[in-house]
């Protein structure tokens, strides 16, 4: 089976806090790629982070990092210090390369930050 | 700034009609995308074409219909809108040589009364 969980449907925090986005994923593909998106309430995603099953060093961009685990098929997301544009749903995605980019989303988790 | 536009923002129709959402991509790419977007589900692939004339079904196609006349351009079509197809709608393309470097549009928020 080829799956994304993200266990958390809905998240709120006060603003300077970190926070977590949980994802895991199924896949017996062993080469495969894994990505986080933000949607803000205009609707449009943004792509956040692609990393390969081969690359498995952790990642940070500013306030945004990302634990990639493979012995817990995990890619989780931390915001750190977040702030109120920060709010938004973030899905979790896996990608196979099959005939085309195949790409399965989690079902998202919306984070609200409260000032 | 390179772009995917859809359409409309914001879709009310009735049912039974025949409903077109169309998709335009300004960045030359092979492949395009429809997806929907329902809360709890995230987004699920509908239908899509790598190339002019050509498509592939997704995992949910049935109610759906796609079109691919000209590269840039790529539309959904509802035959029949059913309440149950009122949600968000996103298209998406991609160059078919650079891995999952997809673009999404800002999506079409359909509602089926």
């Known amino acids: 089976a080829q799956k994304v969980t993200q266990a958390q449907t809905e998240i709120s925090v006060v603003e300077k806090e970190d926070v977590t986005l949980d994802c895991v994923y199924e896949t017996r593909d062993t080469t495969y790629y894994l990505f986080w998106y933000k949607q803000p309430p205009s609707g449009e995603l943004v792509f956040l982070i692609r990393r390969n099953s081969f690359d498995e060093q952790n990642e940070i961009s500013g306030r945004y990092s990302w634990n990639f685990q493979k012995s817990t098929s995990s890619f989780n997301f931390t915001i750190t210090a977040s702030q109120v544009v920060d709010s938004a749903v973030y899905f979790c995605a896996l990608g196979l390369k099959t005939s085309y980019d195949k790409v399965i989303f989690g079902p998202g988790t919306s984070l609200s930050v409260i000032p | 700034d390179v772009k995917v536009t859809q359409s409309s923002r914001y879709l009310v129709k009735r049912t039974g009609e025949k409903v077109f959402l169309e998709c335009v991509q300004d960045m030359d790419h092979e492949n395009m995308f429809w997806y929907r977007q329902d809360p709890g589900l995230g987004l699920r692939l509908i239908y899509f074409?790598?190339?002019?004339?050509?498509?592939e079904k997704g995992d949910i196609p049935e109610g759906y219909s796609v079109s691919r006349e000209k590269k840039e351009r790529f539309s959904l079509i509802l035959e029949s809108a059913s309440t149950n197809q009122t949600s968000m709608y996103l298209c998406?393309?991609?160059?078919?040589?650079?891995?999952?470097?997809?673009?999404f549009g800002p999506g079409t928020r359909l509602t089926v009364l």
């Open positions: 998406a393309s991609s160059f078919y040589a650079r891995t999952f470097a997809i673009k």
């Open positions: 074409s790598y190339d002019v004339k050509m498509k």
